[in-house]
């Protein structure tokens, strides 16, 4: 795991000198980016959301796109068109911005559904389909979308099956007041992004994702996982609780998160960080428990806290 550590520390070294003060959120976006995940990144405006998204395509030189979504616009804005050439007197597909690496969703919740919903095969299958006609899309291939948790007048709300899709949703927040003075000096003359430069390779990076897949997962560490996601669904406050999609997005982060930490095996602490950020967004909290102000994040660790650890057990060699 090596390899896979020195590659992700490599990428976080670089996002750092854009994104200052956020190494834990940093360090979770990597590992959506190992774990081919996506992202969903709601904040309020001004605090890095989109340089967040140009800093990883700029370390691993892959192509970025920003796709600003807006009410009027068609999901053909966002996969592409069908057009007649007049010269072959035949359709071409012209790809939409979604035939990236790095694609930003911007404002995702300001599209309308109908939009929205263009982006779940490109972000489950990794495919878009035009007139019958299946277009893949190249990899490594990650969507970061935002969203204003704010401002909801003229928005629609994320549905579940596309909540769904995102293997973790982070919040970078606003800096602390010496963070906030560093960024008032590194871009005093020009923008740290302007100076930001490729990092590691993309076979690199598709070796690491691919490494972090072997990283070993005890049983104890899986039924930890599933009586978790499990309890998601039978707590009092929960209307819907996490999809198998949760386990799995609990294991895969897991991998990930231990391969950063310079482990080949996953251990509960790893399940415990991820938890909150891998689940939170896929459950509906009941409207009982709204009225008393009780979110998903409280529950996940009223979870954490009830569920037993599991012990250690030898790792097969």
Not at 236 to 243: K, P, Q
């Amino acid at each position: 795991m090596a390899d896979t550590k020195a590659v992700a520390q490599q990428i976080i070294d670089n996002v750092e000198r854009v994104i200052v003060g956020k190494h834990a959120t940093v360090q979770l976006a990597i590992v959506g980016l190992l774990c081919q995940g996506h992202l969903l990144i709601e904040d309020v405006p001004g605090v890095g959301k989109t340089m967040l998204a140009k800093s990883l395509a700029r370390s691993i030189g892959c192509e970025f796109r920003r796709i600003q979504f807006t009410p009027d616009m068609l999901p053909s804005d966002v996969t592409g068109v069908r057009i007649f050439n007049q010269q072959t007197r035949e359709f071409v597909y012209q790809p939409g911005p979604i035939h990236a690496n790095i694609v930003l969703a911007d404002e995702i919740n300001r599209a309308t559904p109908k939009t929205q919903a263009a982006l779940l095969e490109a972000m489950e299958e990794r495919q878009v389909t035009i007139d019958g006609e299946t277009h893949k899309l190249d990899a490594p291939f990650m969507v970061l979308a935002t969203q204003n948790p704010i401002e909801y007048e003229g928005t629609f709300p994320l549905p579940e099956a596309q909540l769904d899709r995102f293997l973790l949703r982070l919040r970078l927040g606003y800096p602390e007041a010496k963070d906030e003075i560093a960024i008032l000096d590194s871009q005093q003359r020009v923008h740290p992004i302007d100076a930001l430069s490729q990092v590691i390779s993309t076979q690199e990076l598709l070796a690491a994702q691919n490494d972090i897949r072997s990283i070993y997962v005890d049983v104890l560490v899986k039924s930890y996982i599933v009586e978790i996601v499990a309890r998601t669904r039978k707590h009092a406050d929960v209307y819907l609780g996490a999809s198998p999609r949760g386990s799995l997005t609990l294991f895969r982060a897991a991998q990930a998160r231990a391969a950063l930490e310079s482990r080949d095996y996953v251990i509960p602490d790893d399940i415990k960080a991820l938890a909150p950020f891998g689940l939170a967004h896929r459950m509906i909290v009941s409207p009982s428990a709204r009225i008393k102000d009780v979110d998903a994040e409280t529950i996940i660790r009223d979870i954490l806290a009830s569920v037993p650890v599991p012990g250690g057990s030898v790792k097969p060699s």
